[in-house]
């Protein structure tokens, strides 16, 4: 079964008026094609980062409509992911990917996800599929 993983970067373009991918982020979100799957680290990254860019109450309000998502789950990550991450994160110190990015690749492996909703490019490096497809630069 087709499902597709959302990482911090569309949340962010989502919830974010101004952000060059808002209107793409809307729009997919519109029209989601698969089930939606996210995970306890992107939710984690996506509030700290929504409450230092914007403060606490638009961090509290757009988590509270996450974690409430009729359109995509929360998954918490096992600890096999975990120590997976960290496996990758180390291994690949000629990128710079986050630890979070790390136990996204980990998870989406585990489950057979191919596709990613994210405007972060190191999707693309790890092998995955970006959507919604836009032109994007690295960011």
């Known amino acids: 079964m087709r499902q ?25 979100l519109h029209q989601v094609p698969a089930p939606l799957l996210t995970t306890n680290y992107i939710f984690d990254e996506l509030v700290t980062i929504l409450r230092y860019d914007f403060g606490y109450r638009v961090a509290t309000e757009y988590g509270k409509r996450l974690m409430e ?6 998954v918490y990550l096992l600890p096999a992911d975990e120590e997976k991450a960290w496996e990758l994160f180390c291994k690949y110190d000629d990128q710079d990917f ?42």
């Open 4 to 28: 597709i993983f959302v990482d911090t970067s569309f949340w962010y373009a989502h919830a974010f008026a101004g952000d060059l991918h808002h209107k793409e982020a809307v729009d997919f």
């Open 69 to 74: 998502s009729k359109i995509c789950t929360l």
């Open 98 to 139: 986050s630890f979070t990015d790390c136990t996204s690749f980990t998870f989406m492996q585990r489950l057979k996800i191919k596709e990613a909703a994210a405007f972060d490019v190191h999707f693309e490096i790890a092998g995955f599929i970006r959507l919604p497809f836009v032109s994007l630069k690295k960011q």
